[in-house]
């Protein structure tokens, strides 16, 4: 079956636009993670959801930052007025619920830069 | 707060040789471990967990880790290195309320023929 899936793949953007990252997460499965990893870090917790609601979104930096998952599936994370500081991969994460013991099956993530 | 530290940032073993990965983690309660690795272009891709129960865990690709509790540390280890593992490896602690986790920041694997 199909595993998470995230698009675009490469984004490049010029500091202070605005930028959409998609993520499709397994079928079925109601948790759903955003991670940032920068460059020689491993990644960073930045929001999960469960359903359509945002559980825990402590890890957002700032209010550039917000995301959306209105169907219990796709989410779209945003940033708003980028900053080259926002370059980093963004990956997203799925799992059958939020359990701790679930497995999170992660994509492969969006490189984002912002020249 | 909960807290991963993985000391080597970069490891160089032969093809065949033995590997350990350290991990050492930083906790209040039963931590749930995770080791993960990561190829270029690609996701994050399970190799093993730890919950409770038996402290030697079994993953893919010939992987094992051992928790240790009196030394706050959740090693990996592979008896035998495939020029394939060449790769990044990250250490995760996921927190007991949720399933958000926190990483180390890895360990690269480079693997000399």
């Known amino acids: 079956g199909a595993g998470v899936s995230q698009t675009p793949s490469n984004k490049v953007t010029e500091k202070g636009k605005y930028v959409e990252l998609r993520c499709d997460p397994i079928?079925?499965?109601?948790?759903l993670y955003w991670y940032r990893q920068s460059l020689g870090q491993g990644p960073e917790f930045l929001i999960y959801?469960?359903?359509?609601?945002?559980?825990?979104d402590s890890g957002l930096p700032n209010d550039r930052f917000f995301a959306v998952r209105p169907e219990g599936s796709v989410s779209t994370l945003k940033i708003q007025r980028t900053e080259r500081g926002d370059s980093a991969v963004y990956l997203c994460a799925s799992s059958l619920t939020s359990g701790t013991t679930d497995t999170q099956y992660f994509g492969p993530g969006t490189r984002l830069t912002v020249l | 707060a909960q807290s991963v530290t993985q000391p080597d940032i970069h490891i160089t073993v032969s093809e065949g040789a033995s590997l350990e990965l350290r991990c050492n983690y930083s906790?209040?309660?039963?931590?749930?471990l995770f080791w993960y690795v990561q190829s270029p272009g690609q996701g994050l891709q399970l190799l093993l967990k730890y919950f409770s129960g038996d402290t030697l865990v079994q993953g893919i690709k010939g992987f094992e880790a051992e928790f240790k509790r009196s030394q706050s540390s959740f090693n990996l280890r592979k008896p035998s290195v495939h020029w394939s593992d060449a790769a990044e490896y990250f250490c995760?602690?996921?927190?007991?309320?949720?399933?958000?986790?926190?990483f180390g920041d890895g360990t690269t694997l480079t693997v000399k023929p």
């Open positions: 995760a602690v996921v927190n007991t309320n949720a399933g958000k986790s926190t």
């Open positions: 906790y209040g309660a039963t931590p749930y």
């Open positions: 959801f469960q359903g359509t609601g945002a559980a825990d």
């Open positions: 079928s079925g499965h109601t948790a």
